[in-house]
């Protein structure tokens, strides 16, 4: 390098030609190692870069990943009912038709719920005037010699309204027939006079005369025939006398 103090300064020459010449040596070499092209083939400075537009407001973020739900979960066991309460009202069978006894007091459960919570909400449903309103079963009843009662519900709403808000024992044990063949125990029994057991002052027996009668003022005419000479029949033409104390 030159020195530019003292009487150097007073010259505009900033470099020797030999200097100039080894710089120039210098950096064609440095650019060949770093395999750069030439100053004359560089793109001069300030001239804008032919570079493809970018449109940020068609940018989308990506998509985040789905979240696995636990099949566990108390939101997956309710949705997994729920579908299938779905499937058989899609198919025109019973509301619970196939399913375990464990899904139906799931569902049980959920639609109390949902009554609690429509009702803390302001939401009642309209009562019809009693002397409209038709108080028959919604499904059939099926001759049953296997039960106590000598016919059954095939509706499990019907066995709701009978027995689901008074009488919880009966109707668990009606639900657990219905789909599990589990013997009914709390039914009416025929009337003896040397069994206490059997008096309408026995309160299970009590229980059990209630239920029965809110199902016999619910059977039409044409039930009442259906079941009169099935097994224990005779509870229709007698259990209002059943029903009072001896």
Not at 169 to 182: C, F, L, P, S, T
Not at 212 to 218: P, S, T
Request: hydrophobic share 35%.
């Amino acid at each position: 390098m030159i020195d530019k103090s003292g009487i150097r300064s007073l010259f505009a020459i900033d470099n020797l030609p030999e200097e100039v010449e080894e710089q120039n040596k210098a950096r064609a070499e440095v650019m060949a190692r770093l395999n750069v092209k030439p100053d004359n083939t560089l793109q001069a400075a300030g001239t804008p870069l032919d570079l493809p537009k970018i449109n940020f407001d068609n940018l989308k973020p990506a998509a985040a990943a789905p979240i696995k739900e636990d099949p566990y979960s108390d939101a997956a066991i309710k949705k997994d009912v729920q579908n299938k309460i779905a499937k058989n009202r899609a198919k025109g069978r019973d509301r619970y038709a196939g399913m375990s006894k464990n899904d139906v007091v799931i569902a049980e459960i959920m639609k109390d719920e949902a009554e609690v919570k429509l009702k803390n909400m302001g939401y009642n449903k309209k009562a019809v005037p009693a002397k409209n309103k038709k108080n028959f079963l919604r499904g059939s009843i099926e001759v049953d010699p296997n039960h106590p009662d000598g016919f059954r519900l095939t509706d499990d709403q019907d066995l709701y309204d009978i027995y689901g808000k008074d009488d919880t024992i009966r109707y668990i044990q009606e639900m657990a027939y219905k789909y599990d063949d589990v013997p009914i125990k709390d039914a009416v029994k025929p009337f003896d006079q040397y069994n206490k057991a059997t008096y309408p002052s026995d309160p299970a027996q009590q229980a059990a005369l209630r239920s029965y009668e809110k199902l016999y003022n619910r059977l039409t005419p044409l039930q009442k025939k259906q079941i009169v000479n099935a097994k224990n029949g005779g509870l229709i033409s007698n259990y209002k006398k059943q029903f009072r104390k001896p």
